[in-house]
């Protein structure tokens, strides 16, 4: 008599368990999709804030300072700069002011300004840069020429701009200040190894466009090649690196004008671009619901998810609102929407054959789920094999795209496993609740 | 036979194209650049990426699947790279392009792998599941697009949806940064279609064969 009484038992708080699980997760959800809209202070807690992290159009709320937009989809700030010769009396060939656009574009990509756009316009060169008031300074360092030289206590330089090969600037924890990393030309390191050796005890300087910046002590002979300075702000750091690693300018830059102008990819485009992808967005759930009733209800809900998490994540790493940006947060969501799409498909036919809703799913993941996580694995081995090799446009933009797939395999291995496991218990395994009559037909 | 036929002309049309598109790159006339952007990209960095992403694929399917696999999905990777770059080329003749230009045609790779992939797979476990008596290689090659083909056209329709959504927001300019993309999306359902096949068959006999004489 006992085993009746028990059944029914253990059945009920299964479903309770589901029903706590899913009011859970729809909770937090719900609870995460508004703090990335609207943010949170956290003054009282001790902390600054949470900004918004979710783009929405208008002036609503705060999300632009956790994605600060690009020039090509935020506001920006136009620079005419006019070109003079080195020295009094020379004219510019068209040769250095070609080169000038060259070194200028090379700098700003070195610094993680790739949406910036550089034109000659009546023999004047205007830059097109993201529009933010604390980078004024940042700016004004970049367009120096750019000399850079190392020279002996007498002011004597003994290195150039041409013997640097390659630099970079790096965060030192300790002490908040950022240093300079730099490797050297074959001739460049002798040159260094020679007159590191004769000033072991006494101290260098490194000179922009004949300025001293720094005078860096010597205890003992550097000879590799390379070496590391530390002690810079961060501004200053990025731009030393960046002329050493472009080389100087070949003429001297004036600033002319400087006015406000729209975003490159239009006017409007950040409202517009945010409307148009929310639209994409809800069609695209739209399709799973319809196709899939609960199970696309499910599926829904964890692209949502996954939408607020890499939006979080893009914006934790400040990789800024722009096109790069998007394309990375919406491939990765067009990647898991598709691998959700097979392992529904797998699971519909499944179902069309007798099988029951949970032997469906486990058969899916054996099957269709092995291409989801080769496809959604082998893409993040991928870009963390490209973030490795790149360090401009490819590798930040896969920095964004790792994260979203990282998020994606997480939702497909646990989040699609929990709360389509718990719908199940909760709302039944009845074969039309997880596929719409003409998929049925379909995979007849 | 009529899948390596169907292979032997997608390979010569894409070639072809690669040609027209590497002509009109050296000559000037194509890979253009809206302002000086092209400055900005380091193709050296741009030629390494893509070969790094024909190596990977080679060598996650072949680990994962088998030497045909990863060779079949290393060739397809490294057809559709060359086929996307060369009609950016061509098509930057008409929409400049941006400095963002090098990532979408690296990222063209999750389009191959979502069009290319399942065919590959599936033509993988037909095989296993199927002795060769009963089902020739060219036969399970056209049931793996027909039982994948449902699949792949909503991937298309997914990605589609999305790519509209950038297409019709903001200027021209959005529209032209974004060509790219959508270049690598047809490029990858023609070479799961027309090419795959073709290759994966002639892969297997192949190798298939260099193992039964040594």
């Known amino acids: ?444 | 036979m009529k899948a390596n036929s169907m292979a032997n002309k997608g390979v010569a049309l894409s070639v072809a194209l690669m040609v027209l598109g590497l002509v009109a790159a050296v000559a000037g006339i194509g890979l253009k650049f809206y302002a000086n952007m092209h400055d900005a990209i380091d193709f050296s960095q741009l030629f390494i990426c893509m070969l790094a992403v024909v190596l990977f694929s080679f060598a996650y399917a072949a680990v994962r699947h088998s030497l045909a696999a990863g060779v079949t999905l290393g060739l397809i990777a490294l057809h559709d790279q060359l086929l996307t770059l060369a009609l950016v080329s061509l098509v930057s003749i008409l929409v400049p392009q941006s400095q963002n230009m090098p990532f979408m045609v690296v990222i063209a790779v999750a389009f191959t792998y979502c069009q290319s992939l399942p065919v590959l797979r599936a033509a993988l476990e037909l095989r296993a599941a199927t002795p060769l008596r009963e089902m020739d290689h060219a036969q399970v090659a056209a049931q793996a697009i027909s039982q994948t083909a449902k699949l792949r056209l909503y991937g298309v329709i997914i990605a589609l949806v999305i790519l509209i959504a950038g297409f019709v927001s903001g200027n021209g300019l959005l529209a032209a940064f974004l060509a790219p993309l959508l270049i690598a999306l047809l490029v990858s359902v023609f070479s799961a279609r027309f090419i795959l096949p073709g290759l994966w068959i002639i892969m297997t006999t192949r190798l298939a064969h260099n193992k039964i004489k040594r």
């Open chain 1, 1 to 444: 008599m006992a085993k009746p009484v028990q059944a029914p038992q253990k059945k009920a708080s299964a479903k309770a368990i589901a029903a706590v699980t899913l009011v859970v997760i729809l909770a937090l959800s719900i609870f995460g999709t508004v703090l990335g809209f609207t943010g949170m202070k956290l003054d009282k807690d001790g902390l600054y804030k949470l900004l918004a992290w979710l783009p929405m159009p208008g002036q609503a709320s705060d999300w632009r300072q956790a994605l600060v937009p690009g020039a090509d989809m935020g506001e920006t700030l136009e620079l005419t700069y006019t070109l003079a010769a080195l020295e009094d009396g020379q004219t510019i060939s068209s040769e250095q002011k070609q080169e000038t656009l060259r070194t200028l574009s090379r700098r700003l990509g070195f610094v993680g300004l790739p949406s910036a756009v550089i034109k000659l316009v009546d023999d004047k060169i205007q830059l097109t840069l993201p529009k933010d008031d604390t980078n004024d300074y940042f700016y004004e360092l970049l367009t120096q020429r750019g000399e850079v030289s190392f020279a002996m206590p007498d002011g004597t330089a003994f290195l150039n701009s041409q013997h640097f090969k390659s630099a970079n600037y790096h965060l030192n924890q300790q002490d908040g200040s950022y240093a300079i990393s730099f490797t050297l030309t074959p001739e460049g390191k002798k040159l260094f190894a020679d007159k590191t050796t004769e000033l072991v005890g006494q101290k260098m300087s490194l000179t922009i466009d004949g300025k001293v910046i720094a005078q860096p002590g010597i205890s003992t002979p550097l000879t590799e090649g390379a070496a590391s300075l530390p002690g810079f702000s961060g501004e200053n750091a990025m731009a030393y690196s960046a002329f050493m690693q472009t080389g100087p300018l070949p003429v001297k830059l004036t600033l002319d004008s400087s006015i406000t102008g729209e975003p490159l990819l239009g006017k409007n485009v950040q409202s517009t671009l945010i409307i148009a992808l929310a639209v994409a967005t809800l069609l695209v759930m739209g399709l799973f619901v319809f196709k899939f009733r609960l199970g696309g209800v499910v599926a829904a809900w964890l692209l949502l998810i996954q939408l607020v998490a890499t939006y979080f994540l893009a914006a934790l790493i400040r990789s800024g609102f722009t096109l790069s940006t998007l394309v990375a947060v919406y491939f990765s969501f067009g990647l898991l929407a598709f691998s959700l799409l097979a392992l529904y498909r797998s699971m519909s036919e499944d179902l069309s054959h007798g099988r029951s809703i949970k032997q469906s799913l486990k058969e899916a993941y054996a099957t269709s789920g092995k291409l989801a996580f080769d496809i959604l694995g082998s893409l993040l081995l991928l870009s963390l094999v490209l973030i490795i090799m790149d360090s401009q446009t490819i590798g930040s933009f896969m920095r964004v795209l790792a994260l979203g797939l990282l998020v994606d395999l997480i939702l497909m291995t646990l989040g699609l496993r929990v709360l389509l496991g718990s719908a199940i218990t909760l709302f039944g395994s009845k074969t039309t609740l997880y596929a719409n009559a003409s998929e049925k037909k379909e995979a007849v």
